[in-house]
């Protein structure tokens, strides 16, 4: 019914930058809150940023001032630009949706497949 898709991931140096999408597809009336997870080997899985209400952001602690997180209604998609990569943020990065496909139905958590993301030198 709702599949969520997301790309970007990737290898890239310590400080260097990654922007992942993540997009919205199948049977969407509309999406509530969205937000950005991450899994290390041998960690549980964790929240990096989210957007609540359509607006309001939260983020990490460990991620605050480096990542920014943003959708775009008209296209749903969302975006996680990350700068200032250290190797502690290796790890797969998921999307996290709550979907309604009607407009009766009650909002459906959502998750993507993962993507990874690898900081090396």
């Known amino acids: 019914q709702v599949q969520l898709v997301e790309s970007g991931g990737g290898l890239v140096q310590p400080g260097g930058s990654l922007r992942l999408s993540c997009a919205a597809s199948g049977r969407i009336f509309s999406i509530n809150d969205m937000g950005w997870y991450r899994q290390a080997p041998g960690k549980q899985r964790e929240l990096v940023a989210a957007?609540?209400?359509?607006?309001?952001?939260n983020y990490a602690d460990s991620v605050k001032g480096r990542f920014t997180i943003s959708r775009d209604n008209a296209k749903n998609t969302m975006y996680l630009q990350m700068n200032s990569l250290k190797p502690e943020d290796t790890a797969v990065y998921y999307c996290?949706?709550?979907?309604?496909?009607?407009?009766?139905?009650?909002?459906?958590?959502?998750w993507g497949q993962g993507t990874q993301v690898t900081v090396s030198s």
């Open positions: 996290n949706a709550g979907v309604k496909t009607t407009a009766l139905d009650f909002a459906r958590n959502y």
């Open positions: 957007i609540i209400s359509g607006s309001r952001t």
